[in-house]
């Protein structure tokens, strides 16, 4: 009898446990939602400025008539065109990043709802049991009790873990996709630069957008990533450098002017994903010790609580 009350107890304490998690999980993906939904009103708003400044330029304007007459029109057309396309690329990320958040709110908020009612499902179990520990054995009903929340606790932490963790292979994963692309990118390029002709531009091309769209799907991991680290106590926040990977639309801009240096930038990626990698790995490494250690010490609370249970039966 005591048996089953403790165990049906121990299961929705880690539940309960788990349940305000995800609500902590959650609350973090919302602030970081409504920030990347501002910036892309930002953006959408600096898009059409643009488009305007392209517009006036190409037009029966004054600013176009200064232009021609300053024999600039062209150039500044091109440059203004070059803007437009960032800010387009800006968006096109920052949608990306969006629709990742949305979807990881979603998710989160479907496993609280499974939950909606584990708060008085435990505190039922909990008086039942404490009830029973007073008029059966009452000197180790505080013991048993403080070992079931230990109990739980180390399991709710060998969860984290185990999340991180996952979260950690998906970043590593978008780094190797992202930098197989730039390897190709960069032999596609040597070759580019040596006058490879129009087809071999635009294979180094393709690969360079494939590269941005991982770039893309691998700021949301890190995110995501970042947002776990935190869930595991003691545990040094996590950054890792993607400047580059924001920067990475800069590669197709430059490249309309110097493919010198679009081979420089597609260099310099390639190290920052490299050094990503390594960063991460090393990471991984870490949570796979404590995975392990977690597990070592559950494995000792286990049976310690079976014991205590046994002798207060």
Not at 79 to 91: A, D
Not at 127 to 146: C, G, H, M, R, W
Not at 157 to 175: N, P, T
Not at 250 to 278: C, G, N, P
Request: hydrophobic content about 40%.
């Amino acid at each position: 009898m005591e048996q089953e009350i403790s165990k049906h107890l121990q299961e929705l304490a880690e539940k309960r446990l788990w349940k305000n998690k995800l609500e902590i999980d959650l609350a973090s993906v919302k602030t970081k939602l409504s920030g990347q939904q501002e910036l892309l009103s930002l953006l959408e708003e600096k898009r059409l400025l643009e488009k305007q400044d392209v517009d006036l330029l190409k037009g029966l304007t004054l600013k176009a008539l200064f232009a021609s007459i300053l024999g600039s029109k062209e150039e500044q057309i091109q440059k203004e065109r070059q803007e437009l396309l960032r800010v387009e690329m800006q968006i096109r990320s920052t949608r990306h990043l969006i629709d990742s958040l949305q979807s990881d709110a979603n998710h989160l908020q479907d496993q609280i709802n499974q939950l909606k009612n584990i708060e008085v499902d435990y505190q039922q179990a909990f008086k039942q049991k404490e009830q029973y520990l007073i008029n059966e054995n009452p000197k180790t009903a505080t013991e048993i009790l403080e070992n079931s929340n230990r109990l739980a606790q180390s399991r709710n932490q060998i969860k984290e873990i185990e999340e991180a963790i996952q979260a950690g292979l998906s970043v590593q994963e978008g780094l190797n996709q992202m930098l197989k692309s730039l390897n190709s990118a960069n032999n596609w390029g040597i070759w580019d630069m040596l006058d490879g002709g129009l087809l071999v531009t635009m294979i180094k091309h393709d690969h360079m957008d494939t590269a941005r769209d991982a770039s893309d799907m691998v700021k949301a991991k890190i995110t995501t990533f970042q947002r776990e680290l935190k869930d595991v106590s003691q545990f040094e926040e996590l950054y890792v450098d993607i400047e580059p990977l924001e920067r990475f639309a800069d590669l197709l801009l430059d490249s309309l002017i110097f493919d010198w240096v679009v081979q420089s930038k597609i260099i310099r990626s390639r190290e920052h994903t490299l050094s990503a990698i390594s960063q991460v790995g090393k990471v991984l490494q870490t949570l796979e010790t404590r995975l392990m250690v977690a597990k070592g010490e559950l494995q000792k609370l286990t049976s310690r609580y079976s014991a205590l249970v046994e002798k207060g039966g």
